[in-house]
Structure formats: C-alpha cells, structure tokens
C-alpha cells in the first residue's frame, strides 16, 4: 500500500561509452567476450518455479563462426507452454497487488544493473550470439535497454497521475488497471533491447508475461531473465519458453485468459497471429490487445540541392550498419540526376574502405549476418542482381560462408524502381539506388509514397527549406519516423518514440507513454459524497 504520490522525473539518456584503444571498457569487454566465447551456457527454461532444462536442446554457435558451439538452448514441450502460463496467472495474484512504485523500482534497479555490472556481459553476448560490432552491441544492450527501463518508469508515474476533473459532491479518479489475464511476448534477434523491453513494458504496467524470445538471440535472453531475476522480479510474473514459435503460439492464443500480444518480427508472420486471435475472438475473456511492429523497406530521398556528403553518410550508416538487419535499415535510395554521380563515388569509397570480421576485432564495421537461412536469401539476390540487365552491382556482391555467413555490403544501382530489391525487405547489407531526373521531384516523391507496403522510417535530404516541408507533407503516410537530413535509423527512446504504420505495424511507438497505455485498462471510479435520498429532480416541482 502506497502512503505517497511519488513523481519520477524525465531521465537523461545512457551515455554512451566508446570503447577507445586502451581503455577499461574496451579490455572488460573483451575479456567478458573471450570468457564467454570458451565457456558453455545452458538456457534453461523459466516457467516461474525455478530453472528447466529440457532433454531435446539445440545449440547456441556465433554467427560469425558457426562451427564453435558457446552453449545450448532448451527446446520446450507443450506441457511446458501451459506450464508456463499456468505459473504466471498464479503469480498474477500477487503481482497486480503490488504497489505500483515497488513494482518499479525492480526495473529501475534493472537498469542500473545493465548500465553497471552486467554492461560488459550483455554487450559481449550481444557481440557473440547476435554479431554486433561493440558500438552496436554498446547502443542496443546497454544504452536503449536501460533507456527503455528508466524513461517506462517515468512513463508510468506521468500514466498513474492523470485522473479526471474533479466534480461538485464526487470525487472521481482512474485506475490504471493491468489487463485481465496473461501476455504475450513475441521478439526478434536483432535488439536485445526490445527483447527486454516487450517483456518490460507489459510486466511493469502490472502484467505478466508469456516470452517467447527468437532462436537466435538465446545467448542474451538468458542475460535478460538473470538481470530480471537479480532485480528482485518475481517468479512467474516473465516466464520464458523457447522452441516450436507455432506450437507456442497455439497454445497461449487458445487459452481463453489471453490478453494481449507484444510482438516485434516479420509482417507475414504478425498478420498470421492476428487472424488466429480474430479466429478465437469469442472464446476470450476480454478482447486482447494487439501491438505489432514488423517489417519495413525504409528509404532516402536526397532532394537536387542536398550535401553529397551528408547523403553518402547517411546511406553508409543507415544501410550497413548492423549488417543492415534493422527494420529501420535504408535499402531504397532516389538520387537526383544532378548529383548522382558524387554520392555514389562517394558511397562506393565508404564501403570499399569497410573490413569484415568478428566482432571481437573491433575495427570492423561490418561482422556476420544472423544465419544461414538468411545468408542463402541474401546469395540469391545478389546472384540474380548479377544476371539482371535493369540492375548493375556496384560494390559488393560477394559472400561467403565457409567459416561465418558474411555478406560483403552491396550497392546496386537500377534503371527499374521497381526492382524487386526496391520492393523486397532483405534484411541484409543489401541497398539498391535509383536515379530519377530532377525536374521529375514531385513523380518521384509519388513514387517513394507508392512503391513500398510499409510505412515504417524514411528520409528526405536537403537544403532547400521549402523542398523539405513538400516532402514532409506529401510522404506524411510513407513512414512513422520521419527524418530530415539525416539516415533512417538509430531512434533514441523518449526522443523518437518508435514505430509505423501501414505493413509495418499497429505504430504504438515504443519509447513513449503511448505504448504502456496499451498495456492498461483504466477503471473509472465516481464516488458520491452526499448521495440523493429521492428520485425527483428540482425541475418537477
């Protein structure tokens, strides 16, 4: 029971570290890297009373060196999914009575674990099992994760304080009530910090959650749970099982306590679990919440009088980093007639200068792709870019898996805007240009509107004031994080909440209150001081 109104202030972002040549963040993390690399992890599954660990296992191996096995994962069974969900609305009980500021202190105590003594260790398994260079581990693991966690709490105190006017003779106020039953987490390999924040959000809003975390982000998922656990987050309230995604889903989207879905993946598959709720819809207790947000093919539209090299950077940067496997990634480029050539031969500079590696040799810009299904898809574009009269393959286009799934960064430019790599999402190094002439702006920004399902993050560059608003004004569909002058990616919670529309998601921009309002179900209260003893009103006489 609380005995205050407690206020959290807006936090400052996570600094980020830099991880300089000599310096003690740099050695921590390495030797957290090589301990990790020569060690041998078991995930176990967590279904809120204690550790599980399964007879079938699959293993966990870098993607950058595929042959070297760093632990194993437990594959569960399906008496284990309703386990799972059995356990978590038992510990609901407790969970929803707690204090709301108690409840929040266990995320804020989270987040200065994260941003303390476990900085190394989440980054290096984001290094290892997921190949991020260190800048990219630092920003995803460390900072975004703590920024979640820290701005959610004070989202939830700004959440907790609104209540409605007040009236003569009542007294009204608002609960912000968790949902009726049990959640569902649903989240990629590609952000450890969306991992812990889809589970985060629900959980700390009063929730528990099911968490079905990808194949191929295990390694750190174990991170996760111990961070949680080491909080003081009780059993029960995250459970987390691993395995078959469609038979996990099954049985937690039949279960007539289900809630709501929390989901961050590919558009195919988000739609798939939608129909299977709408197909289900009567048998629930109340109606589930649905938050998505799924795939994108992001672009850039330099404008005649943009900075050559503010377009080239800003391709560079938001096409390859992370090997290109952010759904905010650019993989569509317009590029007026005018000054196609420069950023080009710029562009082509940048990625020629790239090395490719581990992320333990941190002078590389570019490591492994996530795995081997999706290095095969990536081959066969580029395979087909070579063959392809309408496209020409301007850097890159090679690969190799002999030892990691390395993709070389590869630009393409076609004489199609249509192409399919314009159209496709790869999720991949893999960015196509086209070049449109510059008397024909206003087609092409019609074309940028039309040629992509998605409406997730896109870019206009220029210097022209009056060519930056048209666009802004004429793509106002086009994307739900919209940037100007600069690449489309790299949003920083609490400063570009994140998400889309379109195909690519319910645009519940995480990083905001928006998004754990989703996660409550307010209850309005009218209390009468002095009620009525008689029905007649004054005007009856």
């Known amino acids: 029971m609380s005995f205050g109104f407690f206020n959290l202030e807006t936090p400052v972002n996570e600094p980020?570290?830099?991880?300089?040549?000599?310096?003690?963040?740099?050695?921590?993390?390495?030797?957290?890297?090589?301990?990790?690399?020569?060690?041998?992890?078991?995930?176990?599954?967590?279904?809120?009373?204690?550790?599980?660990?399964?007879?079938?296992?699959?293993?966990?191996?870098?993607?950058h060196d595929h042959k070297h096995v760093i632990g194993t994962y437990s594959i569960a069974e399906e008496k284990h999914v309703h386990k799972a969900i059995a356990n978590a609305l038992e510990a609901r009980k407790k969970w929803v009575t707690m204090s709301w500021e108690h409840?929040?202190?266990?995320?804020?105590?989270?987040?200065?674990?994260?941003?303390?003594?476990?900085?190394?260790?989440?980054?290096?398994g984001t290094m290892l099992g997921q190949s991020k260079n260190i800048f990219q581990a630092e920003i995803d693991a460390a900072c975004e994760f703590v920024d979640f966690l820290k701005f959610n709490a004070a989202f939830a105190s700004d959440i907790y304080n609104q209540q409605p006017a007040p009236g003569h003779g009542v007294f009204n106020r608002i609960e912000h009530r968790p949902l009726e039953g049990f959640t569902y987490s649903v989240t990629p390999f590609n952000f450890t910090a969306i991992a812990g924040n889809l589970c985060a959000s629900m959980a700390m809003m009063g929730n528990v959650v099911v968490w079905k975390p990808s194949d191929h982000q295990m390694y750190t998922a174990k991170i996760i749970m111990d961070i949680f656990k080491e909080a003081g987050l009780p059993d029960g309230?995250?459970?987390?099982?691993?395995?078959?995604?469609?038979?996990?889903?099954?049985?937690?989207?039949?279960?007539?306590?289900?809630?709501?879905?929390?989901?961050?993946?590919?558009?195919?598959?988000?739609?798939k679990l939608w129909k299977k709720i709408g197909n289900q819809i009567e048998q629930y207790r109340t109606y589930p919440r649905i938050v998505g947000e799924t795939g994108g093919k992001d672009f850039i539209l330099a404008h005649p009088s943009a900075n050559i090299e503010v377009v080239a950077t800003a391709i560079t940067r938001g096409a390859f980093e992370y090997q290109g496997q952010k759904c905010s990634a650019a993989s569509r480029i317009y590029l007026p007639e005018s000054i196609a050539k420069p950023i080009i031969d710029?562009?082509?500079?940048?990625?020629?200068?790239?090395?490719?590696?581990?992320p333990e040799d941190m002078s590389h810009f570019i490591t492994a792709v996530i795995h081997e299904s999706s290095f095969d898809k990536l081959a066969s574009y580029i395979d087909a870019a070579h063959e392809d009269?309408?496209?020409?393959?301007?850097?890159?286009?090679?690969?190799?898996?002999?030892?990691?799934?390395?993709?070389?960064?590869?630009?393409?430019?076609?004489?199609?805007?249509?192409?399919?790599?314009?159209?496709?999402?790869?999720?991949?190094?893999v960015v196509t240009i086209y070049v449109y002439p510059d008397e024909e702006w206003v087609a092409t920004m019609a074309l940028v509107d039309s040629t992509s399902i998605y409406g997730l993050t896109g870019a206009v560059i220029a210097q022209d004031r009056m060519a930056i608003e048209e666009a802004s004004r004429y793509l106002v569909n086009a994307a739900g994080n919209f940037y100007i002058n600069d690449k489309p990616s790299g949003a920083v919670v609490g400063q570009q909440p994140f998400g889309g529309a379109r195909a690519s998601g319910t645009n519940d921009k995480a990083g905001s209150m928006q998004n754990l309002l989703r996660w409550v179900s307010p209850r309005l209260i009218k209390e009468t001081m002095v009620p009525p003893k008689n029905y007649r009103y004054p005007h009856m006489g």
């Open 346 to 358: 710029k562009l082509v500079e940048n990625v020629e200068s790239f090395t490719i590696g581990s």
């Open 103 to 124: 409840r929040i202190s266990i995320f804020l105590k989270a987040a200065d674990l994260i941003s303390g003594p476990y900085r190394s260790i989440i980054n290096a």
């Open 16 to 63: 980020t570290l830099e991880y300089k040549p000599g310096s003690p963040e740099r050695k921590k993390v390495l030797d957290a890297y090589k301990k990790m690399y020569n060690d041998h992890v078991q995930v176990p599954l967590y279904l809120g009373e204690g550790e599980v660990f399964t007879s079938e296992r699959k293993d966990i191996s870098p993607p």
């Open 389 to 429: 009269s309408e496209v020409k393959v301007l850097a890159g286009g090679t690969y190799d898996k002999s030892e990691g799934y390395f993709v070389s960064p590869t630009v393409l430019l076609t004489t199609n805007p249509k192409y399919t790599t314009m159209e496709t999402e790869l999720f991949g190094p």
């Open 237 to 271: 309230v995250v459970t987390m099982v691993s395995g078959d995604p469609e038979m996990i889903s099954d049985i937690v989207l039949s279960h007539p306590d289900f809630a709501g879905l929390h989901f961050t993946g590919s558009t195919f598959v988000f739609q």
